[in-house]
């Protein structure tokens, strides 16, 4: 990425979280980009990134918030900087729609946490039609 930004924010003491960057619409070297604001993050004290891949996360606009339908390549690119910090958590809200979505979710969990050596969470949720789904997820998760 190259240019001057359109507008500088002094963060300083604040709480800085990149969700704002949205993958979703991505360009050669953005999932590097935000791969550094992590790694940034974390020098200045950041616990870790987290991402929501729930459609019913949206934003004050109505949209999907960033993430939602992220690519987990680029998860797995911006995840990496907590690798090379070897520190940090990712934390994960996801909707886990069905069997095949929770498999495919895990899947690239585990690829992540197993590629950077660093944990990560994601957040138990339970469907009144699918009593069974919490099961499913422990026993997924446990033989990570």
Do not use: N
Request: proline letters at 5%; charged letters at 20%; hydrophobic letters at 40%.
């Amino acid at each position: 990425m190259s240019g001057a930004a359109a507008r500088r924010i002094d963060a300083k003491s604040c709480l800085v979280t990149p969700g704002w960057v949205d993958p979703q619409t991505h360009y050669d070297g953005d999932t590097e980009a935000m791969a550094l604001i992590v790694g940034d993050g974390l020098r200045a004290g950041a616990v870790g990134f987290t991402t929501s891949r729930t459609p019913l996360h949206r934003a004050s606009d109505g949209e999907p918030v960033p993430g939602t339908f992220a690519d987990p390549v680029e998860l797995l690119g911006i995840g990496g900087a907590l690798g090379g910090m070897g520190a940090g958590v990712v934390g994960v809200e996801t909707s886990f729609a069905d069997e095949a979505d929770e498999a495919g979710e895990i899947e690239w969990m585990t690829r992540l946490s197993v590629a950077t050596g660093r944990p990560v969470t994601f957040a138990l949720t339970q469907r009144d039609h699918d009593l069974d789904q919490w099961r499913r997820l422990l026993t997924a998760a446990a033989r990570q």
